[in-house]
Structure formats: C-alpha cells, structure tokens
C-alpha cells in the first residue's frame, strides 16, 4: 500500500484541532458517567425507593444506541422548545450513556464487599457517609477498576458518533478528507494513529492503577 506521506503531513494539523474536540468532549462525558454512575450505583446498593427509577434508567441508557441518543437531544427536544449546542448534546449523551455503564461497574466493587463490614462500620457509630468513605470506597474501587478502565475506552472510542451533529472530531476530518482528496488509506492510517496514541497510554495508566490500588488494599 503505498501512502503520500506529504498529503498526511499536511493533514496532521486537521486531525491535531480535531483530537481536541474529541478529547475535550470525551473527558466532559467521561467525567459526567462517573458521578452519575457512582450515584446511582450508591442508589442501588443501600436499596430505597428510588432503586427501580434508577434501574429503569441502566437498561434504558445500555439498551438504546449513543446515535438514537445524539438524535434526540440534537433534534428531537428543540420540537419541544429547547435548544442545545451540539457540543452539549454530545457530553449529555456520553454522560447519559456511560453513567449505565459506570453504575453497574461501581456496583460490582461495591457488592463484591462483604455486607458485615457495611454492618460492623454502622454499628460502631460511623455515618453512612463516613462508612462510604473510609470502608466502601477503597476496597471497592479497586475491585471496579477494570472495569471502569474498560468503560471510560469505551466511551473514548464512542466519541467518534458525535460527527454526526457535526461536531469536527478526528472522525470527522477523516471523512472530509476522504470526500474532499479521495485520500481513504491516508485519512485511515491517521485516524487510527490518532486513537491508538491516546488508548494505548490510557490502557496502560488504568493497568497501573488497577495494581496500585490492589497493593495498597491488600
């Protein structure tokens, strides 16, 4: 296969802007999952009268594709009078998305703890908050970790739908450049440099935090 290399070149400051939005926009979502997951996964584990909406809401955000989701919140509510930024939308359907993610991985850690040590911390007079902290966290977490690893790649490489509301990412500049130069094998090549030079390092960090959290547990 042979490439042009000045083409690609040429090209790097497009994927360059591009990678921004696309790690911008990624780590608002990312960000937005986690604490919508954490909470929710708190919900589900202490077990109230919001158990069932939340669990409503983990099916409806895993069973229902980000695009469907992009859609609506692009197009579908401004039938109803709002009006969103695509930018907005993006980071709202990422959050929406990978909080059902996140909840059942915070949720694992959490019921993979024995139910005497939620039991022990409570009758020794600590708060629910207190116990959350000291007790359910740290040994959970670690437990969550590839998991949580797992989903936030997940969520990374997700971005890549948010071209549909024209929003410029990396897989955007890749099909312009495809529909503007015919250049397919060179934008390819670009793009897939692009994502594997930001998921191999995060694949990496997670794995070392997955055993920095294990040996400070153990």
Same mark, same amino acid.
């Given at each position: 296969m042979d490439l042009d290399w000045e083409f690609m070149r040429h090209a790097l400051p497009a994927f360059g802007r591009g990678l921004w939005l696309t790690l911008y926009i990624s780590f608002a979502g990312i960000v937005g999952a986690l604490g919508v997951g954490f909470v929710c996964a708190l919900g589900l584990y202490f077990e109230g009268f919001?158990?069932?909406?939340?669990?409503?809401? /983990?099916?409806?955000?895993?069973?229902?594709p980000l695009l469907i989701q992009l859609f609506f919140l692009?197009? $579908? #509510?401004?039938? %109803?009078?709002?009006s969103l930024s695509a930018g907005a939308c993006a980071v709202i359907g990422l959050s929406f998305l990978g909080g059902g993610y996140m909840t059942q991985s915070f949720l694992l850690g959490l019921k993979a703890l024995p139910k005497i040590q939620?039991?022990?911390?409570?009758?020794? $007079? *600590?708060?629910?908050?207190?116990? !959350?902290?000291? /007790?359910?966290?740290?040994?959970?977490?670690?437990?969550? !970790?590839?998991? !949580?690893?797992?989903?936030v790649i997940f969520l990374l490489k997700e971005s890549s739908v948010?071209?549909? %509301?024209?929003?410029?990412?990396v897989m955007f500049v890749a099909k312009d450049l495809m529909g503007i130069?015919?250049?397919?094998?060179?934008?390819? /090549?670009?793009? #897939? !440099?692009?994502? *594997?030079?930001?998921? *191999?390092?995060l694949s990496a960090l997670f794995v070392w935090l997955e055993r920095y959290y294990k040996s400070k547990t153990c």
């Open positions: 919001y158990s069932k909406p939340i669990a409503f809401y /983990v099916q409806l955000a895993r069973n229902t692009y197009y $579908g #509510i401004n039938q %109803i009078g709002f939620l039991e022990s911390a409570l009758s020794l $007079g *600590l708060s629910r908050l207190q116990v !959350l902290r000291y /007790v359910l966290f740290p040994q959970s977490l670690a437990i969550s !970790l590839p998991s !949580l690893g797992a989903n948010v071209s549909a %509301i024209a929003l410029v990412d130069y015919y250049k397919t094998n060179e934008a390819l /090549v670009l793009l #897939i !440099l692009v994502y *594997l030079g930001v998921l *191999l390092p």
